[in-house]
């Protein structure tokens, strides 16, 4: 594909990573190691909004307290596997926790439900799965005990990563103003990098994230958010019909970042 650097960032784990290192020193392709990890936003609503952070660990691996932090969630996210099979066989959807492992593997989470749900054609389309039983306010909704945003950022920089906020258009924040205010706090609490390069963002979204990176002297990031299979409309490295292109120099500026004591020191205690 012509790709010069991969940044791996798979959900909740650093498995993915570690088995692509050696293919990736006899490739000749530069591997960056790094996690998106499920967070809740603290913003007064009774489940709280679900955010996604990134850590990015360009000096290295990820230390040996956050993998056992990672091992902490994938536990909880394990429980919650099982309660949203008891929740989804109550409202008499018939499937097995096996069914949904054998896609999901040891990751399994949220769209390997919707592809099961598809496989037993309870539903059409992924979409679907999540919008009838597996969204926030779908019928089989339930709740994961995630990490706290703020808790995610502060656990990263303890790691020796990079916290960067991934794909910010999901905020769903649609007055500037609030969605400005927003990143502040976080920049407050260590944030170091905003994802300005997404297969969900527009062009102008791509300006706006630009000059907000600016203001706050975030690292700039991006990525496809290639999912395979769960998310099939987006291509490694290229997002949705072409519309992602990173520069090698962000990865310069990245690691740059690193190295500067606003994105490694959280700005209030």
């Known amino acids: ?31 960056v190691c790094g996690i998106e990890i499920s967070t ?47 929740k989804l066989q109550s409202v008499g959807v018939d499937i097995r926790l096996e069914e949904v492992v054998a896609i999901g593997r040891n990751m399994t989470a949220r769209p390997h439900f919707a592809q099961a749900l598809v496989a ?10 999540f919008d009838v039983y597996l969204d926030e306010s779908a019928r089989a909704f339930v709740t994961h005990e995630s990490p706290s945003l703020a808790e995610s950022i502060r656990k990263t920089l303890e790691g020796g990563g990079l916290p960067v906020l991934a794909h910010p258009v999901r905020l769903g924040r649609k007055d500037p103003r609030q969605e400005e205010e927003l990143i502040a706090a976080q920049v407050d609490q260590g944030l170091g990098g905003i994802e300005v390069y997404h297969s969900d963002h527009s ?36 997002g949705k019909n072409g519309n992602v292109s990173v520069p090698l120099s962000v990865l310069d500026h990245m690691r740059a970042a690193m190295t500067s004591s606003s994105a490694l020191t959280p700005r209030s205690s």
């Open 1 to 31: 594909m012509g790709l010069e650097a991969l940044g791996i960032s798979d959900h909740d784990t650093l498995d993915g990573y570690d088995e692509a290192v050696p293919l990736a020193r006899d490739l000749g392709v530069e591997l």
């Open 40 to 86: 809740k936003l603290s913003d007064g609503s009774p489940r709280g909004k679900t955010v996604h952070l990134l850590g990015y660990f360009l000096s290295g691996h990820a230390s040996a307290g956050f993998r056992t932090w990672m091992k902490e969630l994938h536990d909880a996210r394990r429980d919650r596997n099982l309660r949203l099979i008891d």
């Open 203 to 238: 062009p102008q979204d791509v300006e706006r994230y630009k000059g907000l990176a600016r203001r706050f002297g975030l690292a700039i990031t991006g990525g496809s958010d290639f999912h395979g299979a769960a998310k099939p409309h987006v291509a490694l490295g290229t």
């Open 120 to 129: 037993k054609g309870y539903v059409k389309t992924l979409q679907e799965a």
